[in-house]
């Protein structure tokens, strides 16, 4: 099955509001062929969504938010809900990244929870899951994806299944220069394609699987060359435009 790439740059802790409008209107202008061939999204911090949004309009390029609280509402302070994402315009919710798992005590069953709540709003969930440095070298990497891809989608129906993506972020990768190897990548995009066939059937084909993970322009184009990696899910070389888009060529290519 071929399916269309995507790649959402995280921003992260990054960019005020006019920095993302920036930002934002900068990609747009340079997407060129990309545009319609490769899905693209942006995720800001809370308070540029709406500027981000703002500056998409009428291009490719769709926001995502970067975490969500299960809860429709309540005293939750400093939370927000997947229905004021749905406001500000976000199309997509990360869930379950690393950062927030290892800082925050996100957990897989908030994971799964969390996953409801951006369903119920109509936001298309992008899944985090991947493995610590030790949990590799203990040869634990598929035992531990399999355990949070499973957990993470628990009684999630088959249908709106087919709306959410897997990303893969070997946990030793992010932020610190180092790289699964496209082959490594392969390896774990391929388990968890054979988990999303159980638990979605054929429409587990269909199914986006990113890889994340220190992505830059050099490893972009042969990490996406593998057969089950749909797309990155890309941290700091988003925050460029020459760099993002350089990733976005090699998702094309």
């Given at each position: 099955?071929?399916?269309?790439?995507f790649?959402c740059?995280?921003?992260?802790?990054?960019?005020?509001?006019?920095?993302a409008?920036?930002?934002?209107?900068?990609?747009?202008?340079?997407?060129?062929?990309?545009?319609?061939?490769v899905?693209?999204?942006?995720?800001?911090?809370f308070t540029?969504?709406?500027?981000?949004?703002?500056?998409?309009?009428?291009?490719a390029?769709?926001?995502?938010?970067?975490?969500?609280?299960?809860?429709?509402q309540?005293?939750?302070?400093?939370?927000?809900?997947?229905a004021m994402?749905?406001?500000?315009?976000?199309?997509?919710?990360?869930v379950?990244h690393?950062?927030?798992?290892q800082?925050?005590?996100?957990?897989?069953?908030?994971?799964?929870?969390?996953?409801?709540?951006?369903?119920?709003?109509g936001?298309?969930?992008?899944v985090?899951?991947?493995?610590t440095?030790?949990?590799?070298?203990?040869?634990?990497?598929?035992?531990?994806?399999?355990?949070?891809?499973r957990?993470?989608?628990?009684?999630?129906?088959?249908?709106?299944?087919?709306a959410?993506?897997?990303a893969?972020?070997?946990v030793?990768?992010i932020?610190?220069?180092?790289?699964?190897?496209?082959?490594?990548a392969?390896?774990?995009?391929a388990?968890?394609?054979?988990?999303?066939?159980?638990?979605?059937?054929?429409?587990?084909?269909?199914?986006?699987?990113?890889?994340?993970?220190?992505?830059?322009p050099e490893n972009?184009?042969?990490?996406m060359?593998?057969?089950d990696?749909?797309?990155a899910?890309?941290?700091?070389?988003?925050?460029?435009?020459?760099d993002?888009?350089?990733?976005?060529?090699?998702?094309?290519?």
């Amino acid at each position: 099955m071929v399916r269309q790439k995507f790649v959402c740059g995280n921003w992260k802790m990054y960019k005020t509001a006019p920095e993302a409008a920036a930002l934002v209107k900068e990609l747009a202008a340079g997407l060129g062929e990309v545009a319609g061939k490769v899905q693209v999204a942006v995720a800001p911090p809370f308070t540029a969504l709406h500027a981000a949004v703002q500056a998409a309009a009428g291009s490719a390029i769709e926001v995502a938010a970067q975490d969500v609280h299960w809860e429709v509402q309540g005293a939750f302070t400093g939370e927000i809900s997947a229905a004021m994402l749905a406001e500000a315009g976000c199309r997509h919710g990360i869930v379950g990244h690393s950062e927030r798992r290892q800082l925050f005590g996100e957990t897989d069953e908030t994971v799964r929870k969390k996953v409801g709540a951006l369903l119920s709003a109509g936001i298309r969930p992008i899944v985090c899951v991947g493995e610590t440095l030790a949990e590799r070298e203990a040869g634990r990497t598929l035992a531990v994806v399999d355990r949070q891809v499973r957990q993470g989608l628990a009684g999630i129906p088959v249908e709106p299944l087919a709306a959410i993506t897997v990303a893969y972020e070997p946990v030793w990768a992010i932020g610190t220069g180092k790289t699964a190897t496209a082959a490594q990548a392969q390896e774990v995009h391929a388990a968890i394609r054979r988990i999303l066939r159980e638990l979605a059937g054929a429409a587990g084909d269909a199914i986006r699987i990113q890889y994340g993970g220190s992505v830059k322009p050099e490893n972009a184009q042969e990490l996406m060359s593998q057969p089950d990696v749909d797309g990155a899910l890309v941290g700091g070389a988003s925050l460029k435009a020459k760099d993002f888009l350089a990733i976005l060529k090699g998702a094309l290519r």
